[in-house]
């Protein structure tokens, strides 16, 4: 089984590394762990996020669901840091953040940002961090 030790791996198409790069690292502010020729290795916020250079990629129709990826904060303070980090750096927001499920155990805060690619990523925080999983 997974540890804290362990880091999940996704890999995702970007049309543009320079692009992704400015986004992931000097927007966001990951870390830049390796650049090559067709692709750029990130920490993101803890895990490991790969951006395949993909020139001929075409994102569709831009939709939340089903696809996207992001993180869910455990601590709302680091949900608001995002957020503010959003503001400061004027990142371009896809959906700004509301509350969903308001009143339920299930209750939570979202923000959802698009990346140069059109690739989706969606940060959240629970009231209850046992509805994280």
């Known amino acids: 089984m997974r540890n804290t030790a362990d880091v999940f791996h996704l890999a995702i198409p970007v049309m543009d590394l320079a692009a992704a790069q400015r986004f992931y690292v000097d927007?966001?502010?990951?870390?830049?762990a390796r650049r090559y020729?067709?692709?750029i290795t990130l920490d993101f916020f803890g895990d490991q996020l790969v951006c395949h250079l993909t020139p001929d990629y075409e994102p569709g129709e831009t939709t939340l669901y089903p696809r996207h990826f992001?993180?869910?904060f455990r601590d709302g303070a680091d949900f608001d840091a995002l957020l503010?980090?959003?503001e400061l750096r004027e990142v371009a927001v896809f959906?700004?953040?509301?509350v969903r499920f308001a009143g339920l155990v299930e209750e939570?805060?979202?923000?959802?940002?698009r990346d140069p690619?059109?690739?989706l990523l969606e940060f959240k925080h629970y009231v209850?961090?046992?509805m994280m999983y």
């Open 128 to 130: 209850d961090p046992r």
């Open 117 to 119: 690619s059109g690739n």
């Open 70 to 72: 992001g993180v869910t």
């Open 108 to 113: 939570h805060r979202t923000v959802v940002l």
């Open 37 to 39: 020729s067709d692709r």
């Open 27 to 32: 927007l966001l502010g990951c870390r830049l």
């Open 84 to 86: 503010r980090l959003v």
């Open 95 to 98: 959906q700004p953040e509301q």
